[in-house]
């Protein structure tokens, strides 16, 4: 089973940029569609983006789509969220995630295997 460390968030203006980053520990990486995720205060979790184990495929949430973009580097045991044109509404802790299975689509957050710590992202107006 693989451990997952988030990094890069911050506090940043609207319109801006942030890239964060989520290390994997472990060989076994590429097994694994990576995915993020994120909280803001008083809502509930919801699915940002996912991407495949092999990176070829990638989905992600309505609003962020043509502004987030999800990426991996399977030599680096690493996958990344590119943030730009940033909106005060994208405030929240960001959790990276990790399982095994993907079958396209939305991903659901029950049941998925790893869990990362999470990294707060403010955007300030």
């Known amino acids: 089973q693989v451990q997952l460390v988030e990094s890069g968030g911050g506090l940043v203006q609207a319109g801006g940029s942030l890239r964060l980053s989520c290390a994997a520990s472990g060989r076994t990486f590429s097994n694994y569609a990576m995915g993020w995720f994120r909280q803001a205060p008083g809502k509930e979790r919801e699915f940002v983006a996912v991407i495949s184990r092999s990176g070829g495929m990638t989905y992600y949430l309505d609003s962020v789509k043509g502004r987030f973009t999800i990426s991996r580097d399977n030599a680096k045991n690493t996958v990344y969220l590119k943030m730009n044109s940033l909106k005060p509404e994208d405030t929240a802790v960001y959790y990276c995630?990790?399982?095994?299975?993907?079958?396209?689509?939305?991903?659901?957050?029950?049941?998925?295997?790893?869990w990362g710590q999470g990294t707060l992202v403010t955007i300030s107006s």
């Open positions: 995630a990790a399982d095994k299975v993907w079958y396209g689509g939305q991903w659901s957050d029950r049941n998925l295997e790893v």
